[in-house]
């Protein structure tokens, strides 16, 4: 029987992965219900799913479906989350886990020992590129050291402005929370646990997210070094993973792009790279596919908690919190 998925917050996030349930195999997963108190948004969900409700409140989201995908702002996460997994729903949850660590800390602490079946959407964890770079690692020996570094042209980025409301603002926005964390999750799957050494970070007067990170980490044994910006690029955004070892270099560029050092000096891209836009539906419909299997018990590697857990300790101390 299929999986029935409901979604709590139907902003950017919430949309693009019910558009991507959509077009699964709804023999594995099916949407039912969506909650999210903007009027725009349920417009928004008229036109793009006609027949799919848009309930009243949270818990009568829970109540119809198996599995919760919570897109809602961070400070609400840990309130539906927990709300699903009172109701015995398996629960999805946006990074970061919350607002406040200390309640991120507790939440991961309850949520293992009662044996919650919940995962994080890092999307990384499905993607073909980064398959790729795994695959690639097998040839290039042991790792030297690792650059992280994100740009950006304005803060939020173009298509996020609806969401400036929270996304712009230093309690529970940035890039560093929203891009950086990412690459993190990345590293530490990768490399090894994350242990953070150095860090700097610039925010404009008054509550505004911040404007520029730099920090120097350690991954296993491998040394890193990471840095953002606002302003550093007049695109909407540039991002890039770099991985020296032994016997050459890897990437991934601009989210979705593997590419591997040649002899001239050049990175060549995977015969099957595809952009970012390309890629992404390709890795939402195996992240769902992961999700009906944590929600059936399953074997998935989605991010655990506990990872997710790991990177906003390493996240909000570069940020100074």
């Known amino acids: 029987m299929a999986v029935a998925l409901g979604v709590v917050g139907f902003g950017i996030m919430g949309e693009r992965l019910l558009r991507a349930a959509l077009a699964h195999d709804l023999d594995v997963i099916r949407p039912v219900a969506v909650w999210d108190p903007s009027p725009a948004a349920a417009a928004r969900l008229a036109e793009i799913a006609p027949g799919l409700p848009m309930l009243e409140n949270p818990a009568a989201v829970i109540a119809a479906c198996d599995a919760l995908y919570i897109a809602s702002p961070p400070s609400s996460h840990l309130e539906h989350a927990g709300a699903a997994f009172a109701a015995g729903r398996a629960a999805f949850l946006e990074k970061p886990l919350a607002a406040d660590l200390a309640q991120a800390r507790a939440f991961v602490e309850a949520a293992e020992a009662s044996g919650a079946r919940a995962a994080v959407n890092f999307p990384m964890a499905s993607s073909p590129a980064v398959a790729q770079l795994r695959a690639w690692r097998g040839d290039l020996g042991a790792p030297r050291a690792l650059t992280i570094r994100a740009d950006f042209a304005t803060w939020p980025r173009g298509w996020q402005h609806a969401a400036a409301g929270w996304l712009a603002k230093r309690a529970e926005g940035g890039f560093t929370r929203e891009v950086l964390s990412h690459f993190l999750f990345l590293t530490r799957r990768q490399l090894g646990k994350l242990v953070l050494l150095e860090r700097a970070a610039e925010f404009p007067p008054g509550d505004g997210a911040e404007t520029a990170v730099r920090a120097r980490l350690i991954a296993g044994d491998t040394p890193v070094l990471l840095s953002g910006q606002v302003g550093g690029t007049d695109r909407d955004e540039s991002n890039e993973w770099r991985l020296e070892a032994e016997s050459g270099s890897i990437r991934l560029r601009d989210w979705s792009l593997a590419e591997k050092l040649d002899a001239d000096g050049t990175f060549r891209p995977s015969p099957d790279a595809l952009p970012n836009e390309k890629m992404r539906p390709m890795v939402l419909r195996d992240q769902l596919s992961k999700l009906a299997a944590l929600t059936r ?25």
């Open 297 to 321: 018990g399953e074997p998935q590697d989605l991010a655990t908690l506990r990872e997710a857990l790991e990177v906003q300790e390493v996240v909000e101390a570069i940020l100074g919190d």
